[in-house]
């Protein structure tokens, strides 16, 4: 019987020299860095109610609500910046369908209009919504003071950088200090990314994004720590090998898992922003430049970081000319 051997898509044994892009990479990184910086500093983000505060109201339309309809009138009338969102109905109403949920952004105040600008707006929105999308009554209507979404603002900012502090005190008890800050560092390099691309789009950033931003630091993270974990096992398993071709090696040795992870993760993350609505685009979107920019960083970041921070600890250099076959 012959030895029929498995299909495999990707070689097992790559010998990509990622460690000799290490110069072409830190200088696109910083690049792409300062040009985040500028484009958050000169255009800012594109807020959501969340953060910018407004009025929401949650409508019933006494069936199942039309949300791209909604949406296409609120922009109409002019709130590009309004969110449309399904919701489940409350327990005690006995309905079989969805109600819908609808932020209007804080409107800012003329002379004209003065403190009424906001009931202006949201009298222009039933009325809007009557017409184009059909009778409904309101079951509930608040306000998203500006108090509230500056807490919100600040609370989000304080989640990210919380989660950043535990990821380095993790790595540093589990590994050593230099694979703790570089994988911070590379975090970092994540997010800030992120919010760039987001200043560049002017895609809304509201709470569904601080969410996917969270989820990015556990991915990149992951994508990291695996790495990571290569370089300590062959730390000790080539303790000749220079550091540069001992890391080409660890990146080598992960990169068909770290490619099929990524393919698969989006996969479902090109169906959720296609199929998903408007709705999830937003977080669809930063996921799936999360799923990029994460990978890239834990080969062309995080790894080279480790040489610039000159990892030595466990490794007996011996004859730093000559690499243990």
Known sequence: MKDISLVRILPMDSKVPFINLRTFAGILSVLALIASIFLFATRGLNYGIDFTGGTVIELDFG????????????????????????????STEGVDYEFVRVGIPLQPETEETGATAQQDALAEVKAGLTENVGTFSIYNQGVVGSKVSGELRTKGALAVGLALFMVLAYIWFRFEWQFGLGAVLALFHDVILTIGVFSLTQIEFNLSIIAAILTIVGYSLNDTVIVYDRVRENLRKYKKMLMPELLNLSI??????????????????????????????????????????????????????????????????????????
């Open 252 to 325: 080598n040795d992960t990169l068909s898992r770290t490619i099929l992870t990524s393919f698969t993760t989006l996969l479902a993350l090109f169906a959720l922003y296609f199929l998903g609505g408007a709705g999830l685009r937003g977080f669809s979107f930063a996921m799936i430049w999360g799923v990029f920019v994460g990978t890239y960083s834990s080969i062309f970041v995080a790894s080279p970081l480790l040489l610039i921070l000159n990892l030595k600890r466990g490794v007996n250099t011996g004859n730093p000319e000559k690499a243990e076959a």
């Open 63 to 90: 069936q199942q609500p039309e949300p791209d309809a909604i949406r296409d009138t609120m922009v109409s009338l002019g709130y590009s910046g309004a969110t449309v969102q399904n919701i489940a109905p409350p």
